[in-house]
């Protein structure tokens, strides 16, 4: 069976990472079976020894190690051919990979000062300091401080969804009639805020919140069934 190194926080079946999330319902959409295996911000020793650089997700097939989520992406494409295709056609890689570049700085460039507070709440006792001391830094404030005025960025971040809603009006996932890669891409952000977070993203009536339902019950509800808040 593969094994997956995923992302918790102090509850061991909290799984909050985005970039976990799409390599999951990936995995799921290939028909793979695979273990997860909490894992937790200052525990980088346990997959740097095999070349990873200490960031999850971290698949393990056999003896072969890969890290970082776009690779795994690719390398379960290629070494399991048979089961359905994360990419679609031929041009389907190179398109994703716009998916990948938005997700990473729009998306989560939106998202991560509004949720910074709600992830360290929910991290382990023994991962606070780091987490509180690498976000800040990065942030160029407190954790506090970036999530002071959450409520009322979000008519901001719900405008960054634009390009989704317009898509979404007109198919049921981004893939089309069928999720691709891409879906678990974007999706992965909002399964990342459904872990750790009880603010509530979007307005009922987006086409974005419709997408979202329907990727929560893809693959038996594979992540509606995971720990999280209401959406």
């Known amino acids: ?7 918790a926080g102090a509850e061991p079946d909290r799984r909050f990472s985005p970039y976990c999330w799409r390599i999951k319902m990936a995995l799921a ?3 793979l079976a695979v273990e997860t295996i909490p894992w937790r911000f ?8 095999a070349g990873c650089k200490g960031r999850v997700p971290v698949l393990v097939d056999g003896e072969r190690w ?13 070494a399991y051919p048979g089961a359905p295709s ?8 190179a398109l994703t990979r716009f998916y990948q570049g938005w997700a990473d700085v729009v998306l989560h460039g939106a998202l991560f000062p509004i949720l ?21 830094e990065r942030l160029g404030r407190t954790l ?26 007109s198919q049921k996932f981004l893939g089309g009639e069928r999720p691709l890669y891409a879906d678990y891409i974007v999706f992965g952000a909002f399964q990342w805020a459904r872990g750790i977070s009880d603010l509530r993203l979007l307005l009922e009536d987006d086409p974005v919140a419709a997408w979202r339902g329907r ?8 992540a509606a069934k995971s720990k999280g808040y209401p959406v």
């Open 215 to 222: 990727m929560l019950d893809l693959h038996g509800g594979l």
């Open 144 to 169: 506090e401080a970036a999530s002071s005025d959450r409520e009322a960025r979000l008519p901001a971040l719900r405008e960054t969804l634009l390009p989704l809603r317009l898509a979404l009006r």
């Open 29 to 31: 959409h290939k028909g």
């Open 116 to 136: 910074a507070l709600d992830i360290w709440r929910h991290t382990a006792a023994e991962d606070r300091e780091y987490f509180r001391k690498s976000r800040e």
């Open 66 to 78: 890969i890290d970082e989520s776009w690779t795994i992406a690719e390398y379960l494409d290629e």
């Open 86 to 93: 994360l990419f679609g056609d031929g041009v389907g890689r």
């Open 42 to 49: 200052t525990e980088k020793s346990i997959i740097t020894p």
């Open 1 to 7: 069976m593969l094994k997956l190194y995923d992302l």
